[in-house]
C-alpha cells in the first residue's frame, strides 16, 4: 500500500516513520523546504526518543520518501493523510487555513478516487469543510472524480510518540462510506492483528473524540493544581491526597500530579478550541474555561513562591531553572510554563542560569540570549539564590546534592513538579518549596 502524508511534523513525522516500518510506502510532504532536504540527508528535525533510528531504517529500506510537492505523489497514491498544524486562530478557534489548503491541493490535481484523512485536531465540523473545498476545486476544474474524507484523530504523546503509534490504547477512525472503512481496515490491520482497538464511528463523533479527551486529561491537571493550591491553605498534602484518591479504580492513578501547569502544543489550544465550539453553539462549557483560568494562574505559581520567600527582593538574584521544554523528552517548548516564568524573573531583575537536556536550541528561539544556557544543572546551580525545577526529566531525578550545596548562593529549591522529597533535601541542607505539599 502507498500513501501520503502532508505535514511532516511531530505528528506526520512520527506516523509516517510507524507505518513504514510496517511495510506501507509512505511519502511525507512539507511546504518547509529546508525541513525536507534535511530529512533526505537524514537530519530528523525534531528530537524524539527512537524516531532517528526508525526514520533511517526505512530510508534505507526505501519505504520512506520526503517530497515539498504533493502533486508529485498524489496519482501514485490512493490514501492522503494530512497531519498539518491547526494554532489557535482568533479567539482561540482553531485556525484551519494549513487544513483547507491541503484539500484544495488535492481537489486540484487529484486525477482519480482518493481518501483524504484528516490526522489533524480539528473542530466538529471540519471534514464537511474539507469535502466543500476539493469539491470546489474538482467544480473549478469541471470535472467529476469520486472521493472521501475520514476523521483519524492522533492520540500519541511527545517523548513516548513511537510507543504510543505502535501500542496505542484504541486508534478512532470516522468515516462515512464503505470505501473509506474498507481503506482505513486495510491500513490499521497490523494493530487489529496485536489486538488493539480500531473503533469505527461517524466523522463528527472522532472529530468530537480527540477534543474530548485532551479536555478531560487538561481538566484532571487543572483539577489537581486547584485541590493543591487549597491543600497549601488548609494544611493538607497533594501527594498523600493523589494516592489516597488515585487508587480508586473509579479515578485512577494517572494525570493526577499538581504542578506548575500544563503547556505544549496540544492542551492549551485544543481546551481554547473546544471552549469556542461550545461558545459558536451557543453552549458554554463552563468546566474548561475554569480549567483554562485554573491553568494560567498556576504557570505563575512557582515565580509567586519565590517572590513570597524573598520578600519580592529579587532584582540582582541569579536563579536556576531545571528544565525548559513543557515536558520530558521532549524539545518542544510550545507554550511551556518555562516561557511564562522566565520573562517574569527577567522582568523582575534576576539572572536566568537555564539547563535542559535537549531544548536549549528551541529554548533560544523564544528567549534568544536573555538567558544563560548551562552545560548541565551544576552549572545552571552557580551562584543561584534557588533552583527551579520545571521539567520533570529522569536526569533530573537524582542530583548529587551535596554538589549542588557546593554551587548555589542559597539552597533553596522551589520543585514545580513535585519530584524530590522534601526530607532528604533537607537533610541536604536544601529548603524546599513543592505544589501543594507540606
Ligand atoms: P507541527 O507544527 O510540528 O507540524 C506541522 C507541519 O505541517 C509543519 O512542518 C508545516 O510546515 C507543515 N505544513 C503546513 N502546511 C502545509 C501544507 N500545505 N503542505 C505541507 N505541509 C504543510 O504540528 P504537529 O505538532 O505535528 O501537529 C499537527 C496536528 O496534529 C495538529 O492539529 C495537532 O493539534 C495534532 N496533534 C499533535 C500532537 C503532538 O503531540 N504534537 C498530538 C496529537 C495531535
Not at 482553531?94 to 489533524?120: C, H, I, P
Not at 494562574?297 to 513570597?308: I, M, N, P, R
Not at 535542559?356 to 552545560?375: C, K, M, N, Q, W
Request: charged letters at 25%; glycine letters at 8%.
Amino acid at each position: 500500500m502507498k500513501i501520503a502524508i502532508v505535514g511532516t511534523g511531530y505528528v506526520g513525522l512520527v506516523t509516517g516513520t510507524c507505518f513504514s516500518d510496517l511495510g506501507v510506502d509512505v511519502t511525507c510532504v512539507d511546504v518547509n523546504e529546508q525541513k525536507i532536504a534535511d530529512l533526505k540527508k537524514g537530519i530528523i528535525p525534531i528530537y524524539e526518543p527512537g524516531l532517528d533510528e526508525l526514520v533511517h531504517k526505512n530510508i534505507k529500506a526505501g519505504r520512506l520518501h520526503f517530497e515539498t510537492k504533493l502533486e508529485a505523489v498524489l496519482d501514485q497514491v490512493e490514501v492522503v493523510f494530512s497531519a498539518v498544524g491547526t494554532p489557535p486562530g482568533e479567539g482561540g478557534a482553531a485556525d484551519l487555513r494549513y487544513v483547507l489548503e491541503v484539500a484544495r491541493q488535492v481537489g486540484r490535481t487529484m486525477n482519480d478516487y482518493k481518501l483524504l484523512v484528516t490526522k489533524s485536531t480539528v473542530p466538529v465540523g471540519t471534514a464537511q469543510k474539507v469535502k466543500a473545498a476539493i469539491q470546489e476545486e474538482l467544480d473549478l476544474r469541471g470535472v467529476q472524480i469520486p472521493f472521501d474524507v475520514a476523521s483519524n484523530p492522533e492520540f500519541l504523546k511527545e517523548g513516548d510518540a513511537i510507543n504510543d503509534f505502535s501500542k496505542p490504547n484504541r486508534i478512532v477512525v470516522g468515516v462515512e462510506s464503505d470505501r473509506a472503512r474498507t481503506l482505513m481496515e486495510k491500513l490499521y490491520h497490523p494493530f487489529t492483528l496485536n489486538g488493539h482497538p480500531v473503533i469505527y464511528m461517524d466523522i463528527p463523533s472522532a472529530e468530537m473524540t480527540k477534543y474530548a479527551a485532551n479536555a478531560m486529561l487538561a481538566t484532571r491537571i487543572s483539577f489537581m493544581n486547584d485541590i493543591a493550591n487549597l491543600c497549601e491553605l488548609t494544611g493538607a498534602d497533594v501527594n498523600m491526597v493523589r494516592r489516597g484518591i488515585g487508587t480508586d479504580e473509579r479515578i485512577g492513578s494517572k494525570f493526577l500530579y499538581a504542578g506548575c501547569g500544563y503547556g505544549g502544543s496540544c492542551f492549551p489550544k485544543d481546551v481554547q478550541a473546544l471552549i469556542q465550539t461550545g461558545l459558536e453553539h451557543g453552549h458554554p462549557l463552563r468546566v474548561l474555561q475554569a480549567v483554562e483560568a485554573v491553568n494560567e494562574d498556576q504557570k505563575e505559581v512557582v515565580f509567586k513562591k519565590l517572590s513570597h520567600y524573598f520578600e519580592g527582593a529579587l532584582s540582582g538574584k541569579t536563579i536556576a531553572v531545571w528544565g525548559l521544554s513543557f515536558k520530558p523528552n521532549t524539545d518542544d517548548m510550545r507554550v511551556a510554563p518555562s516561557l511564562r516564568i522566565i520573562p517574569m524573573l527577567l522582568a523582575a531583575g534576576c539572572k536566568v542560569r537555564a539547563f535542559d537536556p535537549v531544548a536549549h536550541e528551541e529554548a533560544r528561539r523564544e528567549l534568544g540570549d536573555t538567558i544563560y544556557y548551562a552545560s548541565d544543572i551544576y552549572d545552571a546551580a552557580e551562584g543561584a539564590s534557588a533552583i527551579l525545577m520545571l521539567t520533570e526529566w529522569k536526569d533530573f531525578r537524582m542530583p548529587h546534592w551535596a554538589e549542588v550545596k557546593r554551587r548555589v548562593k542559597h539552597p533553596l529549591v522551589i520543585d514545580g513538579r513535585n519530584i524530590y522529597d522534601k526530607e532528604l533535601l533537607h537533610n541536604e541542607g536544601f529548603a524546599h518549596i513543592g505544589i501543594g505539599t507540606k
